[in-house]
Structures are given as C-alpha cells and as structure tokens.
C-alpha cells in the first residue's frame, strides 16, 4: 500500500486531497497544526479507514515539527511515496510590502518556501530508497513568470521562490524515479474549498471564463494524477486550475484557496 503525507490535510483542499487519496486505497499521514475538534470530527467522519490514516500534530514554520510528521510517517506506515506540501500561511489583510511585521514576513518565508525544504531534505532519500516518490507545491496563477502582486508581496515572493524550487529539484532526483510538480489553484473560497464539481456546477460564477467556481476536488483530482505511477513524464510543470481566471492581477479582495 502506497503512503502519502500530505500537510494540513484536515481542513479545506487539503481535506479533499486526503480523501482522493484515501479512496485510492492509499495509507495518509494528516499533519495538523492545532485544531483538535475538526481532528475528531475527521476521526468519526473516516472511520472506514481509520486503520489507513492517521493524525500528526506540527508547526510547519519549525523544523524539528517537521522531522517529527515525517518520523511518525515512517513509524506507522514505514514508507512515504507521495508528499503533498499543502500547507501555507497566508496574511489576508491588504497591506504593502513596509507594513508587513517581521514576524509576518518570516511567517511567509518559513510556512510556504523553506518547510518545503525541510520537508524535502527528510523526505526525498526515503523516496530514493524505493526508486519512486511524487512531491507536490502550490503555487498561484504565472507565479513561474514571477508576477508582482500589491499587497500580496510577501506571499507571493515565496511562492515565486517556491516554483523555481520545485523545478530545480525536479531535475536533481528525476534520476530516482522522483517527480516534483506545482500545482495553482484560483479562487477557491468558503465551502468550495471543501466541495465538488458537481455542487460548483449548480452555482454560477460570471466572474470565472468556464461559468463556475473552482472546488477542492478540482485540485484533488490534479494531484491525484500527478501521483501516479505512470505520469512521470511529467515533472518539473507548474498546472494552474483556476478557471481562465488571472488571480494575479484581480482588484477585489480575494485569496488564493487553501
């Protein structure tokens, strides 16, 4: 049974991708950072896999948080063939580059550019071992062009850092049967974040080109081939999903979903 460890999987897209993957008949280690009620909520709600997933605690900005998820991985599961780095703070206040606090500007730093690579660097020689691991990012909307973006400076500086990242090391293990591809998603909000398709097409959105809002099981279903065994030809590719809409460069207030 292949493992796949996939960060703040409890909650909005990444709860989707955690049941794409669960019913893929795949075993899931779920970080979490703190909340404990939607973690026995989940525990109630998957109780048909409750031998194939389990729950880990950690701050994803901490690096011994993360050896801590990945050791837990190994420890159950003794294997780790996917890594989805779902997880990233995001400020949602509107403010310019000299408003941010420093603590706000490393919490965007550490939270969406270097977890992954501390997640990489613990994660990557177990996938070399078995000849075969697929690791996925987020991004946003031609953040490979490295896009300016007001107000979201800090955010989109590590995202931007982020996609070079995923491409470098893409070609640093393809050699070990390792793909490494980002993924964008549009303007996932609200309850979309955790709904499907079929819902989204009964709301119209006149604002996306494709008429409806982007869901978690859009991304899900991205993700999920991407981890496929027989998609390596793809890798190093950054796929946006957001419905023709240019999330960079929208007026209105909005955020990228998580």
């Known amino acids: 049974m292949k493992h796949a460890l996939i960060t703040a999987g409890h909650k909005g897209i990444g709860k989707k991708v955690t049941e794409q993957f669960l019913k893929k008949q795949y075993s899931v280690t779920v970080h979490f950072r703190s909340d404990k009620n939607k973690v026995r909520e989940l525990q109630e709600e998957w109780h048909q896999y409750k031998d194939n997933v389990q729950f880990v605690e950690g701050d994803i900005t901490n690096k011994a948080d993360i050896e801590h998820v990945v050791a837990q991985a190994m420890e159950q599961f003794g294997r780790i063939d996917v890594l989805i780095n779902n997880a990233g703070p995001y400020v949602f206040e509107r403010k310019k580059l000299i408003e941010y606090t420093d603590r706000e500007w490393y919490e965007m730093m550490e939270g ?23 690791i996925i990012t987020y991004g946003f909307q031609d953040v490979e062009h490295t896009p300016g973006w007001m107000y ?17 090391l893409a070609l640093e293990v393809a050699e070990y049967g390792i793909t490494a591809n980002m993924v964008c998603p549009g303007d996932i909000v609200g309850d979309m974040k955790e709904n499907d398709i079929i819902k989204a097409r009964l709301l ?17 279903r991205i993700i999920e081939f991407l981890c496929d065994e027989n998609s390596d030809m793809i890798t190093g590719s950054i796929i946006s999903a957001s419905g023709g809409v240019d ?11 998580r």
């Open 112 to 134: 969406n550019l270097s977890s992954v690579f501390h997640f990489v660097k613990a994660v990557v020689p177990i996938m070399q071992k078995q000849q075969f691991g697929r």
């Open 152 to 168: 979201r400076a800090a955010f989109s500086a590590a995202k931007s850092g982020l996609a070079s990242l995923t491409k470098s």
């Open 204 to 220: 119209e959105d006149k604002e996306t080109p494709v008429g409806r809002s982007g869901t978690g099981e859009d991304i899900a």
């Open 247 to 257: 999330v960079v460069h929208k007026s209105k207030k909005q955020a990228p979903g």
